[in-house]
C-alpha cells in the first residue's frame, strides 16, 4: 500500500515538471488548432501542416508557422483565429509569427 501511494506521489510530481506542462500546453493548441480551416482548402492548419513549432516562454506562446502562399488573402485572418483559438486553449497570451518558409503540401495531399 505504500508503494501504491509513493507511485501515485511520483506521478503527480513528474506532471508538474516544466517540460510535461509545457507538453500538455502544447497537445491543447495543436488540438485546439485542428478546428481552425484554410478557407480556401477546406482542412485544418494541422493537416496542411501550417504549424511549424510552439514554444512557450514564462509570459506567452509563440506560434510558428507558414502560409499555403505567401500573399494569402485570407493569411491575416487565420493568423487572428489561429491566435484566438490558441489562446483560449492555453490561456494565455499567443503571439503568432509567419515564417518565410514555403509551404509544401504533406505527402497525403500531393
Known amino acids: 500500500m505504500a508503494d501504491e501511494q509513493k507511485t501515485e506521489g511520483d506521478v503527480a510530481k513528474k506532471a508538474s515538471t516544466p517540460i ?22 477546406g482542412l485544418s492548419v494541422i493537416d496542411l501542416d501550417l504549424i511549424r ?9 509563440e506560434i510558428r508557422m507558414v502560409l499555403t502562399t505567401p500573399f494569402c488573402p485570407y493569411g491575416p485572418m487565420l493568423i487572428g483565429q489561429i491566435q484566438s483559438v490558441a489562446e483560449q486553449a492555453v490561456e494565455m497570451p499567443v503571439k503568432v509569427t509567419v515564417l518565410p518558409d514555403r509551404w ?6 500531393r
Open 20 to 41: 510535461v506542462a509545457e507538453a500538455e500546453k502544447q497537445e491543447k493548441i495543436l488540438n485546439a488548432l485542428q478546428a481552425v480551416l484554410d478557407p480556401e482548402i
Open 104 to 109: 509544401e503540401a504533406p505527402p497525403w495531399l
Open 53 to 61: 513549432e510552439v514554444e512557450f516562454t514564462a509570459e506567452e506562446a
